[in-house]
């Protein structure tokens, strides 16, 4: 069937796409794009076999597929709100950490909005803000599709064992001391260190992070020391203690790395949390970085809030992109209701 290619295209861009570079947001995009076409090819094919076995085969698990949605969605509504609830009790109740609370009652709003229905409390003349606030809606849920099958995809990244470098990524000290966030940081790229010294000349290690305003000293210094504490040797570790955030994290290490390497001629990768790891990359590609990640494990009560404060960040990093859809959609929905009212 000629509609077969579709799939096996898109997945040749995807896969080209992933090769090349698999810290993009278009790799979720053409990931999605596959995995659709794919679906409605065996749905397509299916229902047009004369085979009834193979109909049963395909239409079967997507009509169970279809059915499970909304219980899907329940379910993690309630899921969130669980979520909320220990997080906030372990990590205490700030707003950094009610994110999954705040979602879980915005997916609770969207399940009443049929009954509700907000649009007919107020006049006619505004359904088309309304149509743009529900695009606008749509438009979101592409992206945040798009978001998680790119960063669930780059978790299967697996640097070789040939690295010059290895930069962790700090994030904060408690006390002056690591945390066990930061330390399973640390602890993956001792990990990596091992692993590659068993078989080849180990990396040197650079320790990234500068000093906080409620810190008495810089975060590298504090990764430096607890590595050297678990038998890393001093002369594998560097400290890069001016950078503040991410971004900085990957470009100052980048200019520490080219001074060490005046041809520019490197291997290097970074770690961090796994569910920072996709950011990080991104913003290793915006410092010039040819570094891929490896993510350490987090607390599972911690993922979720975690997860959605990376897309927030994501969608802030993309803002410029996405007013550029978003604001002339509004600006449509707005004159096509100003028109209905003075006019019609």
């Known amino acids: 069937m000629f509609f077969g290619i579709i799939p096996l295209i898109l997945f040749i861009f995807f896969l080209i796409s992933y090769l090349k570079d698999p810290r993009k947001m278009i790799n979720g995009l053409l990931f ?38 909304p219980f899907g969605i329940i379910a993690l509504m309630f899921g969130l709100f669980l979520n909320a609830r220990v997080l906030m009790k372990r990590e205490g109740k700030r707003l950094a950490n009610s994110l999954t609370l705040l979602v879980a009652i915005g997916i609770l709003l969207f399940i009443l909005l049929p009954i509700i229905n907000p649009a007919s409390l107020f006049s006619s003349h505004l359904q088309p803000i309304f149509g743009g606030i529900s695009l606008i809606t749509f438009y979101f849920f592409i992206h945040l599709s798009n978001f ?22 700090g994030s904060g000290l408690i006390n002056d001391k690591v945390p066990p966030l930061l330390a399973s940081r640390i602890q993956k790229a001792m990990d990596f260190y091992y692993k590659q010294a068993a078989v080849t000349t180990p990396p040197t290690i650079i320790f990234s992070g500068g000093q906080g305003s409620d810190e008495n ?29 991410t971004y900085q994290n990957m470009l100052f ?7 060490l390497n005046q041809d520019g001629v490197y291997n290097s990768i970074f770690t961090t949390n796994n569910f920072h790891l996709f950011r990080a990359g991104i913003y290793a590609r915006l410092a010039g970085l040819n570094s891929q990640g490896i993510g350490s494990k987090t607390a599972f009560y911690y993922w979720p809030n975690a997860m959605i404060r990376e897309y927030v960040a994501i969608v802030v ?12 959609i509004l600006a449509i929905s707005i004159f096509l209701s100003a028109i209905s009212y003075f006019i019609v």
């Open 32 to 69: 999605n794009l596959f995995v659709c076409s794919f679906l409605l090819f065996c749905f397509i094919a299916s229902f047009t076999s004369d085979q009834y076995f193979l109909r049963l085969i395909v239409i079967i698990p997507l009509i169970a597929l279809f059915l499970m949605i």
């Open 148 to 169: 998680l099958s790119a960063y669930f995809l780059y978790q299967f990244n697996r640097p070789k064992l040939n690295q010059d470098f290895i930069i962790v990524l």
């Open 217 to 245: 000293l810089p975060e590298a210094e504090a990764m430096q020391r607890y590595a050297i504490e678990n038998g890393i040797p001093i002369e594998h570790t560097l400290q890069e203690n001016q950078s503040v955030n």
């Open 253 to 259: 290490s980048k200019q520490l790395m080219d001074a």
């Open 317 to 328: 990093m993309e803002r410029k992109r996405h007013m550029k859809l978003i604001g002339p």
